[in-house]
Structures are given as structure tokens and as C-alpha cells.
């Protein structure tokens, strides 16, 4: 098996939003903002080499949607998929498995794009099975009123048409063991309803996809909850069981969102889990 970090691009949100009502002059030490209160954020996704397959974890935003879109997002850098793909020698149309953490737009949409006349939308990567779980996916397509404008039908709907839409299992409790894709996955209900966060086995570690369950190192204390969050009193609950697990077996955490930090270690401290070493993915992986 080989990892590889894939960029599909930066961008930046409200600080305040992704640190809810923690004080900006507690949140701004680790994630500094800009004179519009705005944060550096990743899309950072990851790509398992595993014998015949090629799994893709998340897929950004994409680029199909409007430039009045992307404004609120204030987009920086030139990383995109097609590139990152590219510098580690695989072209999209080599992915044989993307799988999808959650269906708000910054995870996946990428994930569809426009046909070549723009009449409609079409698979971004056409070989490939697309993950979800079949909790989520209805949570997905019939939204509640807070998460609306995150789960776009472009993005979604588009899949399913595709006859390339796959479920996994959902487990009664927290872990999914040996999943279809075959690493273990943690579900988190907090951020949304059956987010998924894959714990990779390599080479003797475990690499621990976080997307929204651990967006930066910046949200390591318990009450560093974004207001993203459907359910934060449940955040804190599964970030306390999942950061405890991380300290007591030395996983790796990869990070999402986090655009200066990729992977972290963590360790029991007197004021709960802290950081404890970081790395690059070049590092890490080679």
C-alpha cells in the first residue's frame, strides 16, 4: 500500500464560524485571520495505493459552480485534483474508488462535473464505484433547514444518476471494522448525521482521515466545536472518545482543513489531549 496527498485546493471561511462561540482571542493563536476575520483553510484529500485499486478520499469543491460561489470562499492557490493526481503519476481516470466522508460541498463536490457542452452534469471520474452509507445519503437528499445550502443537488443527486453509487455498512456502535474499502471507519454524528472517517492500517501506523471531526489543530480542546455543527454537544462527546483512542494507540492524524498543518500525533496532557509532534505527508509517506 502507498499514500499519496492529494490538494485540491484552499480557500478560506469565517473564523468565528469554524470556532463557534470560542473567543476569536483564544481561536486566533493557532488560526490567525485575515482583516475580514477569514481563515486559511485546505481541501487536502488522500489517495490509497492498494494493489489494483486506487481509492480517492473526498474530492474538494470542483469547479462547476459559479464565480459569485466561489466568491464567498475567497479561492487561493492553483492546487486542483487534476494536478496533484498528476504529479504522483495517476490520471482521474485511473480512480477506481472515491469515497465521500460527507456529502457537504467542499467534500465532494468535485466529484461531478459539467458534460463537455454544459447541457448537465456527468461523473468526474468515470471508472470509479462512489462511497457513501445509506443513512447519510438520505440525510443528504432531504436536508434540514441548517445544512441546505452545504448539500447541493449538483453534487449529489448526479452520483446516484450515475449508477456508480455504492453504500457501505453503518455498525450499531461507533466503528465499522473491515469495511468494502478496506480500512476500519469511525461514524460521527455531530458535524452531520453519519459522517465517516477512515483509519487506514500502513505500515504499522494508523492514518486517520479526519475531515470535519478534527478540521485543524486549532479545534484539538473539546470545546473548540465549529458552529458548522448540527449537534455540538455531540461533537464534544466523539471528539473526546476519538482524540482519548488517538492518544492511547499513536494514530496519525491527517487533517483536512488544516492548510499549515497535515499530519499530527496527539498526547495525554493535564488539560486534556493536546498536540504532540507534526509531519508532512512527504515525510510520513516516503
Known sequence: MQLYPIQSG???????????????????????????????????????????????????????????FYGYYFLF??????????????HRDDITDVFMTHLHFDHCGGSIQWNKDRTGYESAFKNAHFWSNKDHWKWATEPNRREVASFLKENILPIEDSGQLKFTSVPEHHILKNSDLGFDIFFANGHTDKQMIPMIKYKGKTICFMADLLPTVGHLPLPFVMGYDTRPLLTLDEKELFLNMAADQDF???????????????????KGVRLNETFTANELFN
Request: hydrophobic letters at 40%; proline letters at 2%.
Open 10 to 68: 484552499n480557500f478560506k471561511l469565517d473564523g468565528g464560524a469554524m470556532f463557534g462561540v470560542v473567543p476569536k482571542s483564544l481561536w486566533q493563536r493557532t488560526n490567525p485571520a485575515d482583516n475580514s476575520n477569514m481563515i486559511d483553510i485546505a481541501a487536502r484529500c488522500l489517495l490509497i495505493e492498494d494493489g489494483n485499486r486506487l481509492i480517492l478520499i473526498d474530492t474538494g469543491m470542483g469547479n462547476k459552480q459559479s464565480d459569485k
Open 77 to 90: 492557490g492553483d492546487d486542483t485534483i487534476d494536478k496533484s493526481l498528476a504529479a504522483h503519476g495517476f
Open 252 to 270: 496519525y492524524l491527517f487533517l483536512e482543513h488544516d492548510a499549515h498543518n497535515e499530519i499530527i500525533t496527539v498526547k495525554h496532557t493535564e
